[in-house]
């Protein structure tokens, strides 16, 4: 089956940095989806992604649909506190009844 | 005001006994999903219904049967648990085969599930 290759799986940063990751996968995706998910409770949908070179902001956070289809990539600017969590992205190649493929997921640590 | 909701939240049973989770979404979507997230929180599609129909069935074993009484609820009975069924299992709902922005899926709170 599908598989997305999510990056890094940890990061350790300072609070006020700048954060990145990344996902690949040797399959085409017709949408990208970025979630976040905190402790007990479900992913919660970040930024949704619908075209190729797409390029799409929710507040301090950024993501890109590669424009081969096959990526995307996540940014936070001046990370805070309660951005601690787990990102995940999530691939869909059909219309939409079809599954989620997600990524394993980047847990996102802030240092005091 | 809550949009995807699951009972119960934790679910803690012995060996062989048959469980069931229960569903529900009110933002008027056609298709809703069950996903399994694993110890190292690793999410799987398992099963996908579009009004009330099932679409997809991922390689997950028959002693799970998820029923669609209605577009809204969609719920997930789990026959003889084993110790490997202990996960976190996540409800989601979208207007499935629309695609673009209609494609976009919304999870429930999710649901603690502990076989002894």
């Known amino acids: 089956g599908q598989q997305l290759n999510q990056s890094p799986q940890s990061m350790f940063i300072q609070e006020g940095e700048d954060v990145s990751m990344n996902c690949t996968s040797s399959s085409i995706f017709n949408t990208w989806l970025w979630y976040k998910q905190e402790p007990g409770e479900g992913p919660v949908l970040l930024i949704a992604l619908y075209k190729a070179g797409e390029l799409t902001s929710n507040g301090r956070l950024t993501a890109q649909f590669g424009i081969t289809r096959k990526d995307s990539f996540l940014n936070i600017s001046a990370s805070i506190p309660s951005d601690v969590g787990i990102y995940f992205c999530a691939g869909l190649t059909g219309g939409g009844a079809d599954g989620l493929t997600f990524g394993k997921g980047t847990h996102l640590i802030i240092q005091p | 005001d809550t949009a995807v909701s699951q009972t119960p939240k934790y679910l803690v049973t012995q060996m062989g006994n048959d469980k069931s989770i229960k569903c529900e979404q009110n933002l008027g979507h056609d298709t809703m999903y069950w996903y399994k997230q694993d110890s190292k929180k690793f999410l799987k599609i398992m099963f996908s219904y579009n009004n009330k129909e099932l679409i997809i069935n991922e390689t997950v074993p028959n002693r799970f049967s998820p029923k669609s009484p209605d577009k809204a609820h969609l719920n997930l009975h789990i026959n003889s648990l084993e110790l490997g069924d202990s996960a976190v299992y996540f409800c989601?709902?979208?207007?499935?085969?629309?695609?673009?922005?209609?494609?976009?899926?919304?999870f429930g709170p999710g649901t603690r599930l502990t076989v002894l």
């Open positions: 989601a709902s979208s207007y499935g085969t629309s695609g673009g922005h209609r494609s976009k899926q919304f």
